[in-house]
């Protein structure tokens, strides 16, 4: 019986030295230890503000006929509409370093989606002028090229509206504008608007 007793005596002994091990000593409060230390706080350098447009997010999203109007349309967009030939439409100026990036992850999408879709490019840049934000503006000589009057149409605020370059417009088999971007696309956003517009 005795060494039962010994043992429990032990074993309260114990719990009791582990007990007080854990309530004293050099323990901060909690409240010391949410407080920071004033010397170890650095000093955050301001927010870095991009100064260049974000031109795409401010392009709609559509789902409207193509603008059909007598006299707008250039030749080589009217037959793909009228065959109901899904196309993309790129309104590029070659003096910007942007139209060979766009033009790159267009024709990979080409390669990957061999006839279904046709790109139709037009090189806008000797009739316009870019203002410092980027936006162009149509020279008045476009109206004297026959060939490039239809184009000045179709880019005119009552038509597709381009105000910058390059311009990507997405067209699918029914002749519906499903995708416009201006800039520099996304090549998988551009790959989904390829498929949604060939399905």
């Known amino acids: 019986m005795r060494r039962p007793v010994v043992a ?6 114990l719990a009791s030295l582990f007990a007080l091990a854990g309530c004293g000593g050099d323990t901060p409060e909690p409240a010391d230890l949410l407080e920071p230390d004033p010397s170890a706080v650095e000093e955050q350098p301001p927010a870095v503000v991009d100064e260049d447009p974000d031109l795409s997010p401010l ?3 559509v789902y409207e006929p193509f ?3 007598e006299g707008a349309l250039p030749a080589d967009i009217e037959s793909r ?3 109901g030939q899904p196309m993309i439409i790129l309104f590029v100026d070659r003096t910007q370093t942007t139209t060979d990036d766009q033009e790159a992850i267009i024709a ?3 390669e990957k989606y061999r006839g279904l879709i046709d790109l139709v490019t037009f090189d806008v840049g000797r009739f316009v ?5 980027g936006r162009i503006t149509v020279n008045e000589e476009i109206n004297e090229d026959d060939v490039a009057a239809p184009v000045a149409r179709l880019i005119d605020a009552d038509h597709l509206d381009v105000r910058f370059t390059p311009y990507t417009v997405v067209v699918d088999r029914k002749g519906y504008i499903t995708w416009r971007y201006r800039g520099l696309s996304d090549d ?7 498929i949604r517009a060939t399905d």
């Open 67 to 69: 603008p059909r109007e």
């Open 59 to 61: 392009e709609e999203v």
């Open 129 to 133: 002028t870019h203002d410092a934000d």
């Open 188 to 194: 998988k956003a551009l790959e989904r608007e390829v």
């Open 8 to 13: 429990l005596v032990l074993l309260v002994a």
């Open 108 to 110: 990979a999408l080409q």
């Open 81 to 83: 509409l009228d065959a």
